[in-house]
C-alpha cells in the first residue's frame, strides 16, 4: 500500500520541478549554451493525500546549439527533503525528488521551437525509491516586449502530463537574464494540480 502512495507523490513532486527550463534556450546558435537556474514554490495537492502543501525546488537547466535549427536541452531538479505524514499510510521520511530531462529541440522560426525527450524522475523516502520514465512532447514560445523585456511560454504533453508555463525576461547584461514566470502542471489520471510562481537567472556563452 505503501508503494502505491509513494507512487502518487512521486508523480506529485515530478510536476513538482521537473519539465522545462524557465526561459526556452532557443536562441542559441551552432556552438553556443545557455545555462539557467530557477527557485520554485508550487502549491501541490493529490486526490487520494490532499494537499501537500508549498514543495522547494532548485532547478538547473541548459541548452547547447548543434546548428542554427537543433539544440541539446537539459533540466535537472533537486527537491528539498521534507518529512510527509499521511493519516491513513503514516509518515514518510526524508523525502525527496531528483529528475533529470533531456531532449532535442527544433526551431521552426526565431520566435516558435518545438521539441521531444525524455524525463526520468527518482523519488526517494523511508530508504526507499521509485522511479519513472516518460517521452514528451512540446512546443514553445520566446519573443520581445521591448529593448530589455521579454516574454515566453511553453507547453509539452506526454502520456499522462499537461504542464504549461508562461512569464517575462529581463536582460541585464548582453549574456544574462533574468526572469519571472507562473507554471500550472495537471495529470487527470492521477487527481494531481500545481501552481506557483518561479525566479530564474540565464546565462548565454560561447
Known amino acids: 500500500m505503501k508503494k502505491l502512495i509513494l507512487s502518487t507523490v512521486l508523480a506529485s513532486l515530478t510536476l513538482a520541478g521537473t519539465a522545462f527550463a524557465s526561459v526556452p534556450g532557443m536562441d542559441v ?3 553556443q549554451g545557455q545555462i539557467g537556474y530557477s527557485y ?3 502549491e501541490t495537492s493529490v486526490g487520494t493525500l490532499g494537499d501537500l502543501g508549498t514543495l522547494k525546488n532548485n532547478n538547473f537547466q541548459g541548452a547547447y546549439g ?3 535549427k537543433f539544440a541539446v536541452t537539459g533540466d535537472y531538479l533537486n527537491s528539498e527533503s521534507k518529512n510527509f505524514y499521511s493519516a491513513s499510510n503514516g509518515y514518510y521520511n526524508n523525502l525527496s525528488l531528483n529528475s533529470t530531462e533531456i531532449g532535442l529541440q527544433y526551431k521552426l522560426n526565431k520566435n516558435v521551437a518545438v521539441s521531444v ?13 521509485i522511479s519513472t520514465n516518460e517521452m514528451f512532447g512540446g512546443i514553445a514560445y520566446k ?4 529593448n530589455k523585456v521579454g516574454s515566453y511560454a511553453s507547453y509539452i504533453r506526454s ?3 499537461q504542464d504549461w508555463k508562461a512569464g517575462l525576461t529581463y536582460d541585464v547584461g548582453n549574456n544574462i537574464t533574468l526572469d519571472t514566470g507562473y507554471r500550472s502542471f495537471d495529470n487527470k489520471d ?3 494540480k500545481a501552481d506557483g510562481i518561479g525566479f530564474g537567472a540565464n546565462y548565454k556563452f560561447n
Do not use: Y
Not at 525527450?117 to 525509491?129: I, M, R, T
Not at 519573443?143 to 521591448?146: C, E, Q, Y
Open 40 to 42: 520554485n514554490n508550487l
Open 117 to 129: 525527450g525524455n524525463v526520468k524522475s527518482e523519488l526517494k523516502a523511508n530508504s526507499d525509491s
Open 66 to 68: 548543434l546548428n542554427d
Open 159 to 161: 502520456e499522462n502530463v
Open 190 to 192: 492521477l487527481g494531481i
Open 29 to 31: 546558435a551552432v556552438g
Open 143 to 146: 519573443g520581445a516586449i521591448t
